[in-house]
């Protein structure tokens, strides 16, 4: 071993451990600072208590999180290779903060089953993967990899499901789950859940307020999963800022078994490194139409994310938006404007009738920005009443709208779309699904969202906005 885990590093230099008290500390298994804050949210340290809570309020602070996308590359870069090199090892799953779908990961953790979990902790230790190993005990091992510190578990089959339990998180609902049932282990979380007499909760609602009150009423639906997404509605290509030529993206789609896609690249004067001039998109839809005889499997819809300017008025002729096949609209920046300002102006484009999705709503920037300060209940209420559809977006900069905010929109009675809002052919999947654990967070079911429906379904979506306002 040649360093300590950040935890025991930092403890060690701000003098609160010394060798007993450390030794103590792993014999408890509090190697990492989410070790830390379940301890002492089940109040379980051998160590002195208050200097340890003073200690994980200052340690949280000073861990760098990884963006969720980030902690993703990581880790789907690293299992394969664990899995090809580890062979015993039933299963390899993340856990931790990735697991509930956190915008912001302090911590990787990965859990593996295996018959015989020491065998199985010496094989990754062996691999020539890590820069360091920083513990390595039977069930346990903590690496560095790619400049992160990476907590592997392996267990039991016959307790996988509390240790997947335990280290999903987060601390306190883990110890106010433990505290009702007896000292079991479990097999699955849904046998965790059970013997604590509470219906089973997906990972991605544990930090909702509301989570252990549904589970005790068992009032927990079926979440929106990733096989519900029938189709994507916002992704963008080398016509404006996306590194993939059109082609390449549609063919990546239909290989995911996407029934639909929106081609969606930026309006004119968006902030974007390349935008659509009026002479692009006709290329565009030239191309669009010869890829749509190539794939005849997958339908493509011709669209634009067009920008919503200072004045509440699109970068976009509407004669050119209505020959779309759909029109998503965003507040890219906010032009200095306050957040009633910025009320209105998302309002006006959510009554304008071509519009039928506002994109990343709030134009939260992860770890930057929160979003714009705007009255959301109002937004909310003016995509209902016009029948435009409010996007939770899956890019790891925006993931946005939040759970809690795509739950307070559909309490109002807004559709979602759930998008990727990809640039890349290699996010395409990925990006998707973390718009699909966003949406989780918020409870949102696949009744709430438009792309879980058959195509018809998106295009009449589209045609009754279109319509009303043309009587109107
Ligand atoms: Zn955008
Ligand atoms: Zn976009």
């Not at 885990?5 to 103590?24: M, N, S, W």
């Not at 307790?159 to 997947?164: K, P």
């Not at 965003?330 to 959510?350: M, N, V, W």
């Amino acid at each position: 071993m040649t360093t300590l885990p950040f935890l025991l590093r930092r403890l060690r230099e701000l003098r609160i451990v010394d060798d007993a008290r450390e030794q103590a500390l792993v014999r408890d298994g509090v190697l990492t600072v989410a070790d830390l804050d379940l301890a002492l949210a089940e109040r379980r340290t051998s160590a002195d208590v208050p200097e340890l809570r003073r200690a994980a309020a200052a340690l949280a602070g000073e861990q760098r999180p990884l963006m969720l996308g980030r902690a993703w590359d990581i880790v789907e870069t690293f299992l394969p290779t664990l899995a090809g090199l580890c062979p015993d090892v039933e299963v390899f799953e993340a856990s931790g903060p990735m697991r509930r779908s956190e915008p912001l990961v302090s911590g990787l953790v990965i859990v593996g089953r295996a018959a015989d979990p020491a065998r199985a902790i010496d094989c990754i230790a062996r691999a020539p993967l890590a820069s360091d190993v920083m513990h390595h005990g039977p069930r346990r091992i903590v690496l560095l990899v790619d400049g992160q510190e990476m907590d592997i578990r392996i267990t039991t089959p016959d307790a996988y499901g509390s240790v997947l339990f335990v280290t999903t998180g987060p601390a306190q609902h883990v110890a106010d789950v433990l505290k009702r049932r007896g000292p079991r282990v479990c097999a699955s979380e849904a046998d965790v859940y059970t013997h604590a007499g509470l219906a089973c909760l997906p990972p991605e609602t544990r930090d909702a307020a509301d989570a252990l009150e549904r589970a005790e009423h068992a009032q927990v639906p079926r979440l929106v999963g990733r096989e519900d997404i029938r189709g994507d509605l916002h992704m963008h290509t080398t016509y404006s800022d996306g590194r993939e030529p059109l082609k390449r993206m549609a063919h990546g789609a239909q290989a995911l078994g996407y029934e639909y896609i929106a081609i969606t690249d930026h309006s004119e004067h968006a902030g974007a490194s390349r935008t659509l001039t009026p002479a692009l998109l006709g290329r565009q839809r030239a191309e669009i139409a010869q890829l749509r005889r190539d794939l005849p499997r997958l339908a493509i819809l011709h669209g634009m994310e067009v920008d919503i300017l200072p004045d509440g008025s699109l970068d976009c002729p509407d004669e050119t938006l209505a020959s779309l096949d759909i029109v998503l609209a965003s507040l890219h920046e906010s032009s200095g404007q306050d957040g009633a300002q910025l009320t209105r102006r998302c309002i006006a484009a959510i009554r304008h009738p071509l519009v039928s999705v506002i994109t990343h709503p709030a134009n939260q920037v992860v770890g930057r920005r929160a979003g714009y300060d705007m009255d959301y209940d109002a937004i909310y209420a003016a995509a209902a009443e016009t029948g435009t559809a409010l996007e939770v977006d899956g890019a790891p900069a925006h993931l946005d709208l939040s759970g809690e905010r795509a739950q307070a929109a559909v309490r109002a009675g807004v559709t979602l779309v759930i998008d990727s809002d990809c640039h890349r052919l290699r996010a395409l999947d990925r990006q998707m699904r973390m718009g699909v654990g966003t949406a989780r967070r918020g409870w949102v079911e696949p009744r709430h969202v438009l792309n879980c429906r058959p195509l018809r379904d998106v295009r009449a979506f589209v045609a009754r906005k279109r319509a009303t306002a043309s009587l109107g």
